[in-house]
């Protein structure tokens, strides 16, 4: 059997800036023709991941590979969307684009296809930037990066600020660029983009905590418990965590205790169920950390 | 660690995207002109502070300062005093453009966090440099042509000593806006914080104006011992130089006179003069453009 290269590889990253150490040995491949995705809380170094590989940091130690390259050498080859990064507000959509169009040389006209697929307005691009939303400014730098042909596209949280249609919409531009062959890492915190990817690396404090498809992910994360009333369900569920949310409390299935013991109780609003791509964040981000720890 | 210079682009262009290398590194330049160019024309601060406040300020100076033309000495006009008052001041603007401006639009990327974007570009760092020189020169030029126009309507008079006036001052022009943006991206990589970097640079720009008396236009009022810095110090040197050029200001004190126009010291109408200048913009220019590639691009700038 043969292993497929990785597109990208990364071997024992270090990257600190003066107040202390961001990613502290991460290691990840990801495999070619796929699409990656980085889960985790803010502030686990997620961003200056994409970045190192990207090559708009550099590594304090360790490697990185990108098709068997420097990050350095591998400009060509790559597409970075780096959220609120990108963008000038004195300038109109237009100029942004343009700007960033003569600075890849492998650049097309397919910005205007993106932005429709988007539902942005195409009028607006005569607008500056600075009058933009949040979500017309994601648009905008996701149109400029997936308007250039290359073979890697890295893209940091680029959901975040996008209405659910709208993440859907870019999932199918996203879907038929790994259907073309290409690589896509991507950032985010949305577990909705769990359903695009292909393999998926948890990001903690501690580095890749957990990283397989999102069926086997899915697979290991216990039964959830859902509370709607006053009932008490923390001796239920493991280290008696709750996940709180307008409607619900949610905690994971203590190991050794029934589903049916558990929703027994008289009265109470209580329900075990499969976990959903939300459990699976709150599992593998929050749980496992601490017991990673 | 493997990092990024002008070698590692010539490296990458072997791709069937590739275009000749002056021809990419044109474009880039004008990307970065154009960009900059924009931005500093939409951005108030620029048309307060580099076309508003140098028009202002020549107005003040002649209705306050500038003598009546019964006081003038026999030795000149007050259109030609008029006149070398507004080279000075639009010198003014000029390095308030390619100083102030433009190391707050570099400071504002660097702050932005936009390199992390735009290293993971094949971007060659001179063209960056060269392409936010340009757009300086562009919206300084707007400044100064704006204060000059200001003093014509003022009476100032404008007259080219020769032929060759035309490029002394065009150069020293440009040679002067190297000197302000090579400057400007000196502090701006000292000094991380982006306030910081206006707040520095504006004191840059008025230390400069008034330890030189007025960019060189009031050399009396540093003591003679220290005259010979206004024919040295890049700002008065560039304006006493286009001063000389564009009126008809006289070189010289005229025998039995202490004082007249510009001197003493008598102005630096010679041509070692003018190299003078070209070392000041080389010399800075070329360590802004090592600092945009060693510091801002290799060195991981705004981090």
């Known amino acids: 059997m043969t292993v497929a290269t990785p597109a990208v590889s990364v071997r024992e990253l270090r990257k600190g800036f003066g107040n202390g150490e961001v990613l502290a040995g991460v290691d990840l491949d990801v495999p070619a023709g796929e699409i990656t995705l980085l889960m985790g809380p803010n502030g686990v170094g997620k961003t200056i991941l994409l970045s190192c590989i990207a090559g708009g940091l550099y590594a304090d130690a360790g490697d990185i590979s990108v098709f068997g390259d420097s990050p350095d050498a591998a400009t060509e080859q790559l597409s970075f969307m780096l959220q609120d990064a990108m963008l000038v507000d004195e300038l109109t959509g237009h100029e942004n684009i343009a700007f960033f169009r003569d600075l890849h040389p492998r ?45 890697l596209y890295l893209l940091d949280e680029p959901t975040a600020a996008l209405d659910m249609t709208t993440v859907n919409q870019l999932h199918s531009v996203l879907a038929s660029r790994r259907e073309a062959g290409e690589t896509l890492l991507i950032s985010s915190h949305l577990p909705a983009d769990a359903e695009l990817a292909d393999t998926i690396a948890f990001v903690a404090e501690n580095g890749i905590t957990a990283i397989g498809s999102p069926e086997e992910l899915l697979a290991a994360v216990p039964s959830v418990v859902l509370a709607d009333g006053p009932a008490d369900i923390a001796s239920a569920v493991r280290d008696g965590r709750l996940f709180e949310d307008k409607v619900h409390r949610r905690g994971f299935l203590r190991e050794g205790v029934s589903p049916e013991s558990v929703t027994g109780e008289k009265g109470a609003a209580v329900q075990v169920r499969e976990p959903t791509y939300t459990d699976m964040f709150n599992y593998y981000v929050h749980l496992r950390e601490e017991h990673d720890e | 660690m493997a990092s990024r210079s002008e070698h590692s682009q010539t490296d990458t262009e072997t791709t069937t995207h590739s275009m000749p290398r002056a021809s990419r590194w044109m474009t880039q330049t004008k990307a ?4 900059n160019l924009r931005a500093m024309l939409r951005t108030k601060a620029t048309i307060i502070w580099g076309f508003g406040f140098p028009a202002f300020w020549y107005f003040l100076t002649s209705l306050v300062f500038l003598p009546d033309s019964g006081d003038v000495s026999e030795a000149t006009t007050l259109g030609t005093i008029k006149g070398s008052t507004a080279v000075s001041l639009g010198l003014f603007g000029v390095l308030t453009v390619t100083l102030v401006a433009f190391a707050g639009g ?5 702050t932005a966090k936009r390199y992390r974007k735009l290293r993971s570009l094949p971007v060659a760092p001179s063209a960056d440099f060269a392409g936010r020189y340009l757009a300086g020169v562009a919206v300084a030029a707007v400044a100064y042509v704006l204060v000059l126009l200001i003093g014509l309507l003022d009476g100032a008079t404008y007259t080219l000593r020769g032929p060759l006036s035309i490029p002394v001052v065009i150069g020293t022009f440009l040679l002067f806006s190297l000197v302000g943006v090579s400057v400007a991206v000196l502090v701006t990589r000292l000094v991380g914080d982006s306030e910081l970097v206006v707040g520095i640079t504006n004191a840059i720009l008025l230390v400069s104006y008034f330890l030189t008396g007025y960019n060189g236009m009031n050399p009396g009022l540093l003591p003679a011992e220290s005259h010979w810095v206004i024919n040295v110090a890049p700002n008065s040197l560039a304006a006493r130089l286009q001063a000389w050029h564009m009126t008809e200001i ?32 080389l010399v800075l220019g070329s360590l802004a453009t090592y600092l945009m590639d060693s510091a801002v691009y290799r060195g991981e700038g705004g981090e």
């Open chain 2, 106 to 110: 570099l400071s504002d990327d660097l």
């Open chain 2, 250 to 281: 006289p070189a010289t004190t005229p025998v039995g006179v202490e004082r007249a126009g510009l001197t003493p010291p008598a102005l630096p109408v010679s041509i070692q003069f003018v190299g003078l200048l070209v070392v000041w913009a």
């Open chain 2, 32 to 35: 970065f002109a154009l960009r």
């Open chain 1, 107 to 151: 650049t097309t006209d397919q910005y205007e296809d993106i932005l429709a697929t988007l539902d942005f307005d195409i009028e607006a691009l005569e607008m500056e930037v600075g009058d933009y939303s949040g979500g017309m400014k994601r648009k905008l730098e996701l149109a400029i990066s997936l308007s250039v042909e290359v073979p």
